[in-house]
């Protein structure tokens, strides 16, 4: 009975493809390594072929017989039958996957997943077979029939966590997988070959990368979003953080998932320039405005318009919320604020008062006034459920570019190009202080947190102010061209400012330092925004594009045009005479905690070769910014 019962879990086994990898468990692992060796020196391009010759495996079977060490002493006869046995069910097994789904399909995607569970669920513990999937990885080096084969075992083995550090993938050719997270530290991939593979978060510290080409890789540090055909005008984050809306003058507006940067969806209605995007407080609705004289809102989920909005024939070039997503104001190109009831979407007053438009618009915290800056050189504060003018602030000179409450909603602050900053009593009306600092015309102004420093960006760089007593704290020069705008983040530490510079920067606070300087914009970056959790900085910029930047491990993440080509520079060196990988050791982490996985590769040695991404950007520069060490750098020190 027990006999009759272990066939029929064999024949169970072998109907799936954990029943094939279990096939393996009677073959010796050693005769793998031998396995290799031989179709290395034989260049054998089609192992399954090459096993099933006749004369191949006689040859297989005499070095077989002298380096296999597992075998007793026992008859030369029976040693023979047991390789002969090896190599056939060796060769079987091959045959096997060759025309299996594990040979066709992607085994890390999606719809493959729930088998790929349960099939490690199967594997996980038998450490024969583990040797077998690593077997099947170098076999790609050689046998150009079982890549998809190997790419899904690599994927397994990284699963499952298997130790691959200080592994030799040399000449491996991996495609249509993924290997996130896993540890390759001070691997040889020299001569590898990655097609279509995601690599967002591997650890390559300390490894050897010497003539590799990798192409259409997927790293998801590099979030830059590309889809818009002209520049982003607009950006804003979804208040849970997780979505990031775009509005572009292709007219269109795109939806992005801001932690795998993947669009999610595309908007289309406005007949032109799309001017400004927000979202409503709960995130369901998203309102847009347009110069074709339109506001359109849209259904978050479904992507579809829910209405079109449209109050008189201007440009809508500015768009707010209420706090309690009630009301959307919106300005128009002759100077006047339109209010309208998001529940019956119809208009619930206009705000007459400004003689010409207006750079800024910006509700108190609880949602009661709205104040607006104009090219006019004022002010205005409006009561919000009225609709009427609460107050003209007058004081600047020349045009007011940006307004913004305090916390507490008691202090505004507006910024202009006479130079100055006007801090008002909200209540009163009246001027509360005139900080005055640089000769340079302020761009952009913002509170910090707690409202005890007031951020402001000027030509070549940011004051920073303090609130009480007016006083300028510090001045941060680093920009080449004017601050257009600046952000702190959620805890008040970090300041992010986007400059016409083509960079962004960020700073910290209490020090008064730079932090990081994100250089990959190609022209000027008219805005910048924290997500809630401050993890995550979104830019938008003149050049098309919005880019997502990682706060927290401080990284300059820097995307090179398309048709950039890196001049690369003849290099030979003795690589083991000259002692690098000690010398890289030294500073190289093994182990990096974090929630989530982060790219590494410090102390990495590069030569030649090739790293591009999906979309087709040479990752050079971002595999430097990680601490790899080009050797063609080095021959020109």
């Not at 077979?129 to 690593?134: A, G, R, T, Y």
């Not at 491996?172 to 097609?195: H, M």
């Not at 205005?380 to 305090?406: E, M, N, P, Y």
Request: charged share 25%; proline share 1%; aromatic share 8%.
């Amino acid at each position: 009975m027990k006999n009759k019962k272990k066939m029929q879990d064999l024949f169970q086994r072998k109907e799936t493809l954990a029943g094939i990898f279990y096939l393996i468990e009677d073959v010796d692992e050693q005769i793998f390594g031998i396995i290799l060796v031989i179709l290395r020196k034989e260049k054998a391009q089609d192992c399954i072929r090459f096993l099933s010759d006749k004369g191949n495996q006689r040859q297989l079977e005499s070095q077989i017989l002298q380096k296999v060490t597992s075998f007793t002493q026992a008859d030369t006869e029976w040693k023979l039958s047991v390789v002969r046995k090896d190599l056939k069910k060796a060769n079987d097994i091959l045959k096997e996957l060759k025309d299996h789904d594990f040979n066709k399909l992607d085994y890390s995607s999606e719809e493959n997943e729930e088998s790929t569970l349960g099939l490690i669920k199967s594997i996980k513990d038998n450490r024969r077979i583990i040797e077998f999937l690593q077997f099947l990885v170098l076999l790609t080096s050689i046998d150009k029939n079982l890549i998809q084969g190997g790419s899904n075992s690599l994927h397994l083995l990284v699963l499952m966590k298997v130790n691959l550090r200080n592994k030799n993938f040399e000449n491996i050719k991996i495609c249509n997988t993924s290997l996130e997270g896993a540890n390759f530290v001070r691997c040889n991939f020299s001569g590898s070959q990655f097609n279509n593979v995601n690599i967002s978060g591997i650890n390559l510290n300390g490894a050897l990368l010497l003539n590799c080409k990798w192409r259409d890789l997927i790293i998801l540090e590099l979030n830059k979003l590309h889809g818009h055909d002209d520049q982003v005008s607009s950006i804003c984050f979804s208040p849970d953080g997780n979505t990031l809306a775009s509005g572009s003058d292709d007219k269109s507006i795109r939806l992005w998932d801001a932690k795998t940067g993947q669009q999610k969806a595309k908007l289309d209605g406005h007949t032109s320039a799309v001017q400004s995007v927000c979202f409503s407080p709960h995130g369901n609705t998203l309102a847009s405005g347009s110069r074709d004289n339109s506001i359109r809102l849209w259904d978050v989920k479904t992507g579809q318009q829910k209405a079109k909005l449209v109050g008189r024939t201007s440009a809508v070039y500015s768009i707010c919320f209420s706090p309690d997503g009630n009301t959307l104001a919106s300005e128009i190109g002759d100077g006047s604020v339109l209010l309208w009831d998001t529940k019956t979407r119809k208009k619930r007053a206009k705000l007459y008062g400004h003689s010409f438009y207006f750079y800024s618009v910006c509700f108190s915290p609880d949602g009661n006034t709205l104040a607006s800056g104009s090219v006019d050189n004022s002010i205005r504060l409006w009561d919000f459920k009225t609709g009427q003018q609460k107050a003209k602030l007058d004081g600047h000179t020349s045009a007011v570019q940006s307004v913004c409450f305090s916390p507490d909603g008691n202090t505004l602050a507006s910024g202009s190009v006479d130079n100055s900053i006007r801090l008002w009593d909200v209540k009163t009306g009246q001027q509360k202080a005139k900080l005055v600092g640089p000769t340079r015309a302020v761009n952009s102004v913002c509170f910090s947190p707690d409202a005890t420093t007031l951020a402001s960006g000027i030509y070549q760089g940011i004051c920073l102010w303090d609130v009480k007593t007016g006083q300028l704290k510090a001045i941060l020069d680093g920009h080449e061209n004017d601050a257009m705008s600046v952000c702190f983040s959620p805890d008040g530490n970090i300041l992010a400012s986007g400059s016409s510079d083509n960079s962004i920067l960020l700073w910290d606070v209490e020090r008064g330092q730079q932090k990081a300087i994100f250089d990959g914009s190609i022209k000027d970056v008219n805005s910048v925004c924290f997500s809630p959790d401050g993890n995550t900085l979104a830019s938008g910029s003149d050049d098309n594009s919005i880019r997502i930047w990682n706060v927290k491990t401080g990284q300059e993440i820097k995307s090179s045009d398309k048709n950039y080509k890196d001049l690369l520079i003849q290099f030979t060196i003795a690589f083991q005479k000259n002692n690098f990988l000690s010398e890289g050791s030294n500073y190289i982490n093994i182990l990096r905690i974090s929630q989530e996985a982060i790219f590494q590769a410090k102390g990495a040695f590069i030569l030649k070769g090739e790293f591009f991404d999906e979309s087709g950007f040479d990752l050079k520069t971002f595999l430097k910014q990680k601490g790899s060490c080009f050797l063609e750098d080095l021959k020109k020190k």
